[in-house]
């Protein structure tokens, strides 16, 4: 609206000073005209020729004789006053008002000023002229702005029409936290960035669902063995009566378990955070691994070559580690399992053997993918996170987990840890 406002009145503008050029010319032209129609005598008297369009140049022509009119026109008295005024001045021009504009040209003979011609012209078809156009041009800027408003309105309604559909729809994904996104099937290179940056925007929340997702199956996955202790020895209690003795071996089964259940929460909570860059600690791999064994199959025995070497990570962490590695090797192992620690590139392998049937070649990397299981028909109830688990822990302490042997004879299981 501003710039059509700004448009109007320039073109008002420019108009006004065109119409006020145009009266001079046609006054100075009017005004030699006349002048080329007056003579000179040998008695330095003025005459006036005589022309076949006498009556149109006589309107609005004044000749003097000094300061004597020899002809003027019928007009007001102002006009008349005017006019006289500006033969004693002998040359210029002046305007009256918005009505009138005059001009007065000397008349010489021989360097000597005798009289003068005075011409006028008047301003009331310019005035006129500005006045319509100012009107027309008025009219014309507001049929644009109320053509303009609905055209301009739909326009942009139909450019913001993707926007608003791309903003409903992503609204919708974030809902589910589905895996949908737009892509680049756009073409505008606007809506192309809109669309990246939704995508953008959608990997993120996917990401934080993704996380709290795993760390809610984590949690479950991990508290689920001390919890099922805490039920057991519970139910054992309130079964039927016991000794003074039972009941101490009750509570402190009960106390050990709630222990090691705070001790997993901790570790995981912790390695959940976003600015987790590994607990600083260190811990003995003997320990870790009785901590990590206390629900072992007492039939399967474990060896523990060289216990003393030490790990660069916190205990609790270290343990979070090994425990699901060392629950699959005691399910699938059918005699003994041995741990295996030696320092070498700057790191502590440890390696997990145990003699049971491996673990197929193909599915070498896919162990390690949450919620994977090699046959849901085994019998074994878990949830396949703990590998993933365990090489998310040891990632996070710049470690890692990994396969190195999967032969029918047995599966090894390494552990790749900072040294203390």
């Known amino acids: 609206m501003l710039w059509v406002a700004a448009l109007t009145a320039g073109f008002n503008a420019y108009f006004h000073d065109h119409l006020a050029?145009?009266?001079?010319?046609?006054?100075?032209?009017?005004?030699?005209?006349?002048?080329?129609?007056?003579?000179?005598?040998?008695?330095?008297?003025?005459?006036?020729?005589?022309?076949?369009?006498?009556?149109?140049?006589?309107?609005?022509?004044?000749?003097y004789q000094g300061d004597r009119a020899v002809e003027r026109p019928v007009g007001s008295t102002q006009l008349q006053a005017r006019a006289d005024a500006l033969a004693v001045k002998g040359s210029g021009s002046v305007r009256l008002g918005s009505g009138s504009l005059m001009q007065a040209l000397p008349v010489v003979d021989h360097g000597t000023r005798l009289g003068s011609v005075v011409a006028a012209v008047s301003l009331v078809p310019y005035r006129h002229a500005e006045q319509t156009a100012l009107i027309g041009s008025a009219g014309v800027a507001v049929l644009f702005l109320l053509g303009a408003y609905p055209a301009l309105r739909l326009a942009a309604r139909r450019a913001l029409a993707?926007?608003?559909?791309?903003?409903?729809?992503?609204?919708?994904?974030?809902?589910?936290?589905?895996?949908?996104r737009f892509g680049a099937e756009y073409g505008h290179r606007e809506l192309q960035n809109l669309a990246s940056t939704l995508d953008n925007v959608l990997d993120r929340l996917s990401a934080v669902v993704r996380h709290e997702q795993q760390l809610s199956a984590e949690l479950s996955h991990e508290l689920r063995t001390p919890l099922s202790r805490i039920v057991a020895e519970t139910d054992v209690l309130l079964s039927r009566p016991h000794t003074a003795e039972q009941q101490q071996r009750a509570h402190?089964?009960?106390?050990?378990?709630?222990?090691?259940?705070?001790?997993?929460?901790?570790?995981?909570?912790?390695?959940?955070?976003?600015?987790?860059?590994?607990?600083?600690?260190q811990c003995a791999i003997g320990p870790v691994i009785e901590h990590a064994t206390h629900s072992g199959n007492a039939a399967i025995s474990i060896h523990v070559e060289d216990p003393h070497v030490l790990l660069g990570v916190d205990e609790a962490v270290a343990e979070r580690i090994f425990a699901p590695i060392l629950a699959n090797a005691f399910r699938f192992a059918e005699h003994d399992i041995r741990v295996t620690a030696r320092h070498t590139a700057g790191q502590v392998w440890v390696d997990?053997?145990?003699?049971?049937?491996?673990?197929?070649?193909?599915?070498?990397?896919?162990?390690?993918?949450?919620?994977?299981r090699t046959d849901r028909r085994d019998g074994h109830f878990g949830a396949g996170l703990g590998l993933s688990l365990a090489r998310r822990l040891?990632?996070?302490?710049?470690?890692?987990?990994?396969?190195?042997?999967?032969?029918?004879?047995?599966?090894?299981?390494?552990?790749?840890l900072p040294p203390a």
């Open 21 to 63: 050029g145009q009266a001079s010319e046609v006054l100075h032209a009017r005004a030699e005209a006349a002048a080329a129609t007056v003579e000179v005598t040998a008695a330095h008297r003025i005459l006036v020729r005589e022309t076949a369009d006498d009556s149109v140049l006589d309107q609005g022509i004044w000749v």
């Open 394 to 416: 040891a990632r996070s302490s710049d470690g890692d987990v990994l396969i190195v042997a999967a032969a029918r004879t047995g599966a090894t299981v390494r552990v790749c």
């Open 252 to 281: 402190a089964g009960i106390h050990d378990s709630s222990v090691h259940m705070a001790r997993i929460l901790d570790t995981l909570l912790a390695t959940a955070r976003s600015d987790f860059a590994g607990p600083i600690g």
């Open 352 to 372: 997990v053997a145990d003699d049971g049937p491996g673990i197929p070649v193909e599915f070498v990397e896919d162990v390690f993918r949450p919620g994977f």
């Open 162 to 180: 993707p926007v608003d559909a791309m903003t409903r729809q992503a609204a919708e994904w974030s809902a589910h936290a589905g895996g949908e």
